[in-house]
């Protein structure tokens, strides 16, 4: 009996880490169907379709999306729940991310920084728009994360920091965006409570993805713990695919490293604040009004 097609939508899979990733799911048996959000759609089309995957056990379907575009994000879950029908999302994967400065021209629309709204924002809006999905597909929610979330160490500051134009580093923004990521994914665990599985996953130090292409933000192979993009995606794989026995007892314990153990929560203190998780995972209704949508 032929096995039954597992349903992966993702973002940030159009290069680098996630374009691995959706490369050794296309290289198992277990038949795949694929919904990826990118800029170039044609692109990353024909960058699959090169690998000469199996297109009669595996389904691959590239819809647009530009994150620092929210109406943009809002037509992509539009799109995604016309493919799926009445078909279930085994697993949502937010990988896209970025590492830029916050100097936006003065003509940037929102009085947030580009970063945090392509790493945070239109993400969590993202989840927003697939809720009623997601909580009847129990899906698997995975957040790529970062050890840059050490970085933060007084959450009073993230409010500027990732404002627009607000002259904050690339490197010390992307610490604030991951640090914002995990605040919104201990609040999607605790609102998905019994429905969906969250995870927030490291893939480790990789250099070769396209992180940096808008800083001066460079990694190299010559750096300690540095691993190969294939190395990456593996880890990233590992939470895709972890089975729920091997869950921690204690459910904010939620972020797997790259050497595949749990974190301890005292490596995450600071984003345990459940009145810091709610006030950075703005409601979807604050976000389109915020946001003139």
Request: proline share 3%; glycine share 8%.
């Amino acid at each position: 009996m032929a096995a039954i097609a597992k349903t992966f939508v993702a973002t940030g899979c159009s290069s680098g880490l996630g374009f691995e990733l959706v490369k050794q799911l296309l290289g198992q048996s277990q038949p795949y169907k694929f919904i990826l959000g990118a800029r170039d759609t044609k692109g990353v089309s024909a960058s699959f379709a090169a690998l000469n995957y199996d297109t009669n056990k595996h389904e691959l379907s590239v819809f647009p999306l530009e994150l620092s575009d929210l109406k943009g994000v809002r037509t992509f879950a539009s799109q995604t729940l016309e493919k799926l029908g009445r078909g279930k999302v085994d697993c949502l994967l937010l990988n896209a991310g970025m590492v830029k400065s916050a100097e936006e021209p003065e003509a940037w629309g929102s009085r947030w920084s580009e970063q945090y709204i392509v790493n945070d924002l239109s993400q969590h809006y993202l989840i927003h728009l697939l809720k009623e999905k997601l909580v009847e597909s129990k899906t698997r929610i995975v957040f790529v994360s970062s050890g840059a979330i050490r970085q933060v160490k007084d959450t009073s500051k993230l409010e500027t920091d990732v404002k627009a134009r607000a002259g904050t580093g690339a490197v010390d923004l992307y610490g604030s965006t991951k640090f914002i990521q995990l605040l919104n994914a201990h609040y999607w665990r605790r609102q998905l409570k019994g429905s969906c599985d969250v995870v927030a996953v490291s893939p480790g130090l990789i250099p070769g993805t396209g992180l940096g292409r808008n800083s001066v933000f460079a990694l190299s192979m010559d750096m300690p713990d540095a691993k190969t993009v294939p190395e990456g995606a593996q880890n990233i794989l590992r939470a895709v695919e972890a089975k729920k026995s091997d869950f921690p007892e204690d459910p904010e314990q939620i972020f797997l490293t790259s050497w595949g153990e749990w974190w301890g929560k005292d490596v995450y203190g600071l984003s345990l604040d459940k009145a810091l998780q709610d006030k950075w995972s703005v409601g979807k209704d604050e976000i389109e009004r915020e946001e003139g949508l």
